[in-house]
């Protein structure tokens, strides 16, 4: 193991020799901008298994590693317009973007979804040794798993078994870093816009039927009211199976405030704030003889069906139960099917952007 | 004399009972208390001694999932019963504690996600019940209220033991991702919800500007750090607005680009995010036409969008207080309260009403177990507020419970 202290002037002769290391398979600890990380060839299956014997407890968690410009990450993964946006306007920067990989990283870099994060560090040295590598290497924290995030060497030296440190092939010792907080993991594979675009337009092709309501709102209290009449037009008809409503629209369209209505008609005193945190609200109505419950579900964070299933979705699809789904675009299809077997009636609310208060809102059967 | 010989006899009485209730309610100030809260996308579970927070574990740290932990909000995973058991032993692992020396298991039953609060709840239930341990059911929400009465393992902290006395009554600003609430607090324990949200959370409301802003999913903290970018102007802008003039309200908007600050004339203490929202929206739309390719309109729309969430909160909190001249602390909660520009304006407001100002050490702002740990042990010492034997088996879930 060779430790070599970085200053302005000897950076060629450490770009040299980790570059080295990295062609041998070995392992080096390098300064960024966050912690001090530890970097190996992402691409080679050896290297990969000597960091994993380094960090112990990494059992099926992907690697983060290192690249040189968004030119180099395409090479790795896939970068949809949410990606690009990062790229463009943060990094280099202390942010890992998660994207779909391409699987031309070793075995154990990217995750069991094919998922892996890429880093482009807002450090000169770090830059310039993976651009005359060519390819990426890992991006991980140098401590060993459970101990704390290494802001100088002395802290990562501090009481590492004989056995890591022999793993260990350079250290680049930059100093004390500025504690700054390691990076932030954003995922952009999910809730991908054109999935939900697709799943809008779904709606409005399958919709053979006219409109049977619809308005134009001009604040949020008036999408309150017309929510309360689409559930009035409703609630006289016996209601032996379950009623859904499908919100969709755009963040900030009124789908909450229409559900909301629903809730005002339905002489529910609680109040009905948004579920997009806790993904399905209950609550009990009681509509002269009739009882039953007001489901509100938001999608916005699910990313799978399944997930529906689990948080036990389909045991509310029951008699007098009210059911209100934002974002329901999403899985339409399987919704539909399920709420079928059930014999369910499904409304469609479609939510338009006018203007800063005004939206239009359409409902179809 | 006879009846003077029983008035001795039940004033011995008495005393023997003061005595009992003495040394029964100091009899839990050491107690052994395990904490559990999955109420969120992450399973946590802690270990404190009294006050003490020995060990605090949360399932992202701990790197269980096959996947980005925590990162992407799969619930089928929130409601694995591996993860507890795993974070269980990791959390008994670093208080080097042992399972037979808990005394209180305490588990967060509400509010939060029926499915999810479920796996912490029926852990619960049955460690408690098969190793007759106390159960104690906690609110998340009096978590957040009391994580900052929390000492380290060392004993340290910024409440003294037996000092709580000075800190009520109190108003407390609880901001997280699925709550922002104004509560007027007479006691540890007694709690009324002065004012809540409407709508969206301020965190809520984070995630989902960002998720405009085409940032991934959570965006709240990229938000943060964009705005840290924001050009030197904007705090001269922002600064304009900041000078009060006592005859005119304060400033309806956060900054030049005119994000409105919410519920600004509202007159009660409830808040309401939705509308920013929709500002954003058309504000992000227009700025990406103007801009087309360069994107750095997101720094500075970044830090007033901060601006408009945080000074929506300050005007409520500073009603709250005008309301409530006879508090003696203000008291911070929830993840929100990490974001740096947020907390430091809510100190500053704090400092210069000079009352108390309690604050969680970072980590136990964003959800955790050691706060319910925390919320239990007052319980426990306060309330008597525990389940035994069979009556464990009852505790239900309570997604919607409230203070």
Not at chain 1, 64 to 71: E, G, L, Q, T, W
Not at chain 2, 90 to 116: N, Q, S, Y
Not at chain 2, 140 to 158: P, R
Not at chain 2, 362 to 371: C, E, H, L, P, T
Request: hydrophobic residues 40%; aromatic residues 8%; contains cysteine.
């Amino acid at each position: 193991m060779e430790l070599i202290k970085y200053n302005k002037n000897n950076s060629k002769i450490i770009i040299k020799k980790a570059l080295a290391v990295l062609k041998n398979g070995g392992i080096f600890v390098f300064p960024t901008e966050t912690c001090y990380g530890i970097g190996t060839d992402a691409t080679k299956k050896s290297a990969i298994n000597k960091l994993y014997s380094y960090k112990t407890r990494r059992e099926g968690k992907p690697l983060s590693v290192v690249v040189a410009d968004i030119k180099m990450a395409q090479k790795y993964v896939e970068i949809n317009e949410m990606a690009e946006n990062l790229y463009k306007s943060y990094l280099p920067g202390p942010i890992t973007v998660v994207s779909k990989g391409k699987g031309k990283v070793a075995k154990g870099v990217e995750s069991e979804y094919g998922t892996l994060g890429i880093r482009i560090p807002e450090h000169e040295l770090i830059l310039d040794i993976v651009k005359n590598f060519g390819k990426p290497f890992t991006a991980t924290s140098a401590n060993m798993s459970y101990l704390p995030k290494p802001y100088s060497i002395k802290a990562l030296l501090k009481n590492m078994p004989a056995k890591n440190l022999e793993l260990i092939d350079l250290i680049i010792d930059a100093g004390k870093l500025p504690h700054r907080e390691t990076s932030t993991v954003v995922d952009t594979t999910m809730n991908s816009l054109n999935i939900v675009r697709e799943g809008q337009l779904n709606i409005y092709k399958k919709s053979d039927k006219k409109s049977i309501l619809s308005a134009q709102t001009e604040s949020a209290e008036e999408t309150i009211n017309f929510g309360s009449m689409n559930m009035l037009k409703y609630i006289d008809e016996p209601l032996s199976k379950p009623l859904v409503f499908f919100l969709v629209g755009e963040l900030g369209g009124g789908k909450t405030q229409f559900a909301k209505g629903i809730a005002r008609c339905l002489n529910i005193k609680d109040l009905v704030k948004s579920p997009t945190f806790t993904i399905l609200n209950e609550y009990n109505y009681k509509f002269g003889e009739r009882r039953g419950k007001f489901i509100h579900v938001d999608t916005w964070r699910i990313e799978d069906i399944n997930d529906l299933e689990t948080i036990g979705l389909d045991n509310y699809f029951s008699v007098n139960n009210i059911i209100a789904i934002e974002w329901a675009n999403k899985f339409s299809n399987d919704l539909k099917k399920k709420i079928k077997k059930t014999g369910g009636k499904i409304i469609n609310v479609i939510f338009n952007y006018l203007d800063d208060d005004r939206r239009a809102i359409e409902t179809y059967e | 004399m006879l009846s003077s010989i029983i008035l001795t006899m039940i004033d011995e009485r008495l005393k023997l009972m003061n005595k009992i209730k003495i040394t029964s309610k100091n009899k839990y100030k050491e107690a052994i208390i395990l904490a559990i809260d999955t109420s969120c996308d992450d399973t946590s579970v802690a270990v404190l001694k009294g006050r003490r927070v020995l060990s605090s574990v949360i399932s992202s740290q701990v790197e269980l999932h096959k996947k980005w932990g925590g990162v992407v909000p799969t619930i089928a995973k929130r409601a694995h019963q591996d993860n507890i058991e795993k974070v269980y032993q990791e959390a008994l692992k670093r208080a080097r504690i042992k399972e037979e020396e808990i005394e209180f298991v305490a588990v967060t039953h509400g509010p939060g996600l029926a499915i999810a609060l479920e796996v912490g709840i029926e852990f619960a239930k049955n460690l408690a019940y098969t190793k007759k341990k106390k159960l104690v059911p906690i609110n998340h929400m009096e978590g957040h209220m009391l994580a900052s009465f929390i000492l380290n393992s060392k004993g340290n902290g910024a409440i003294a033991l037996n000092k709580e006395g000075t800190v009520f009554p109190a108003l407390a600003l609880l901001i997280s991702g699925n709550h922002s609430e104004i509560v007027y607090a007479e006691d540890i324990n007694k709690y009324k919800i002065l004012g809540e949200t409407l709508d969206d959370a301020a965190g809520e409301a984070f995630d989902k500007v960002a998720r405009m802003m085409n940032l991934g999913y959570p965006g709240g903290e990229i938000i943060t750090l964009l705005a840290g970018r924001a050009s030197s102007t904007w705090s001269n802008v922002a600064s304009g607005l900041e000078e009060r003039n006592e005859r005119k309200p304060l400033a309806e908007v956060a900054g030049r680009l005119g994000l409105p600050v919410p519920m600004m004339r509202s007159k009660d203490l409830n808040f309401s995010f939705s509308g920013l929202k929709t500002a954003c929206l058309y504000k992000i739309k227009n700025l990406r036409e103007k801009y087309s390719e360069d994107t750095k309109w997101s720094y500075d729309f970044s830090r007033e969008f901060i601006n408009a969430v945080s000074r929506s909160l300050l005007t409520k909190l500073s009603k709250a207080i005008k309301l409530h001249p006879e508090i003696k602390s203000i008291i911070i909660g929830g993840g929100v309260s990490n974001n740096k520009y947020i907390i430091r304006e809510v100190g500053a407001l704090t400092r210069k009403t000079q009352k108390n100002y309690l604050i969680p050490e970072s980590k136990f702002r964003s959800d955790n177990a050691g706060m319910i740990g925390i919320a239990a042990y007052y319980n426990i010492n306060n309330l008597e507020n525990w389940l035994e034997g069979k009556k464990i088996l009852e505790l239900d879930r309570k997604p919607m419970l409230r203070l």
